[in-house]
């Protein structure tokens, strides 16, 4: 239901495939998406109250939410996977000391923490990297290959799977 309710919000937004859209939200509650469990039900459950236009959305305004100027630094503290998101702070705290806790954490959450278990083990070897930028890098070339919209409600094809 949950997933049928929240693809029904992004149904006018354009490439919007309502049957893939509904099976890959059923993926991501599984864990067996993009997402991790935590962050795949907060992301459909917000979409499904989502008070704004709903196409907004569909081009990231969820995580925005998770941005450094956005609420304050405790909305990390909830997070589940509290130890997977402390070793990435622990890297990212290497990096200098001039980038302020909340760009940190952000970084961590969207280059790092959202991400399924197999995503994470392709970008964790980027940690051990001493050079900030090079880690960077690596992380970049690490992330999956996803479409330009939002994966988890489909129906985009993915220009770089060809």
Known sequence: M?????????KNCGQVD?????TQCGKE??????????IARDYFLTLKDFKEN????????????????KGN??????????????ACMTHEN???GETPLMARQADCMSGYYQWNKEIRAKLKP????????????CLFEGFPSLPEQEPW??????PLAE
């Open 2 to 10: 949950l997933c049928q309710q929240a693809c029904d919000r992004v």
């Open 18 to 22: 309502l049957g893939a859209c509904e």
């Open 29 to 38: 509650l599984l864990g067996e998406g993009y997402l991790i469990q935590e």
């Open 54 to 69: 709903e196409c907004t959305y569909k081009m990231g305004a969820y995580w925005e939410k998770w941005g450094p100027n």
């Open 73 to 86: 630094s405790s909305k990390f503290d909830v997070l589940l996977e509290q130890d997977e998101f402390q």
């Open 94 to 96: 290497k990096c200098d």
């Open 126 to 137: 980027c940690y051990s990297i001493p050079k900030c930028l090079d880690r960077i890098g």
């Open 153 to 158: 409600l489909a129906g985009v094809p993915d």
